[in-house]
């Protein structure tokens, strides 16, 4: 349903989006993520027409974006990350607004509103305007004007950005619900999110993909290992050799300049090892401690210092 083939941006001399490809088809949700300034709103906006690739090409429901781009714009729901909204109108009066611009038979119109006020849980809140509801409320406003067409493609840009604990846990439901019928690229930095409702994943850093899989293979190739995570005063930056030849260290990821992490299968004797080896070279400890490879290190990994919008 989505497909981009050596997608790539460029704002003067900027390179917003590098080289970039993957697809998701129909059914499938996938989690887009990135650091802050990593290129994913970049990708959305140019998904949906809104910006043209430099090079590339991007194709939506088997519709080319820069040949066919009005009728790639019926195919899609987009909710950006800002979602404008007009605080002046009542939540009903705005969605005929978007069912008309959109469209949608007049006939269809009443019929249509009142399924995505049900879908979107807007019942109690329906004859209110759009200016007096919580931000729980206009992002669920933002996703049935997002489907009030019935797309094929739903693009979400950060849409649970600002929500409290518990309008996160009904948005993803929501979009989860959705999701099962429709193509979703749901875009985010946090990670609870993706493993909540995501079936893939895509990570973007500095404009490179550094991870593209199913969200189980992700998580079939973290390592079950454990691993010391050791921190020291930046007054001497670690150098990585110093550890090495640590009988019971079987990998060092150089995280920082004072940041390593030692995989081990015996972190309390590496521990040991590792406070000695350090004494040994001179270096002032912050903290040594016992960690578990997760989503949370994986991402933090992929997106410091290996490879923003």
């Known amino acids: 349903m989505i497909y981009l083939n050596g997608v790539t941006k460029i ?59 009005m009728e790639v714009r019926k195919k899609i729901g987009y909710l950006p990350e800002h979602n404008p909204l007009y605080l002046d109108m009542y939540v009903k009066e705005y969605l005929s607004f978007v ?34 509801l919580s931000k729980g409320y206009r992002q669920r406003v933002g996703l049935a004007q997002a489907l009030i067409h019935n797309p094929e493609v739903l693009i979400l840009d950060e849409p649970t950005t600002g929500l409290d604990p518990n309008q996160i846990i009904e948005i993803r439901n929501l979009i989860k619900e959705v999701g099962k019928e429709k193509t979703v690229i749901f875009s985010t930095h ?49 150098q990585i050799q110093d550890f090495e ?4 260290i ?7 300049p004072t940041l390593l992490h030692l995989y081990t299968d015996t972190p309390k004797e590496s521990s040991k090892r590792i406070f000695e080896r350090c004494v040994e070279k001179g270096y002032t400890i912050i903290s040594v401690s016992q960690q578990e490879k997760s989503m949370e290190s994986l991402f933090k990994l992929l997106t410091q210092g290996n490879g923003e919008n």
């Open 250 to 256: 079987t990998k060092i990821d150089n995280i920082s």
């Open 190 to 238: 946090i990670l609870p999110e993706v493993e909540a409702i995501c079936d893939k994943v895509v990570i973007i850093h500095e404009g490179k993909i550094v991870a593209n899989d199913t969200l189980q293979g992700l998580k079939q190739n973290l390592s079950t290992q454990t691993y010391v995570e050791l921190s020291v005063d930046a007054q001497k930056p670690i």
């Open 11 to 69: 704002y003067d001399k900027q390179i917003a989006v590098n080289n970039i490809s993957f697809c998701v088809e129909k059914g499938e949700i996938l989690g887009f993520l990135g650091p802050n300034g990593a290129g994913k709103s970049t990708t959305m906006k140019m998904i949906t027409t809104y910006l043209t690739p430099t090079s590339g090409n991007i194709e939506v429901c088997g519709l080319d974006t820069q040949t066919a781009y």
């Open 99 to 132: 069912a008309k611009i959109n469209h949608i038979p007049r006939k269809e119109i009443k019929n249509r509103i009142a399924e995505m006020i049900e879908i979107c849980g807007l019942t109690k809140e329906q004859h209110k305007k759009i200016g007096t």
């Open 245 to 248: 030849g640590i009988p019971e």
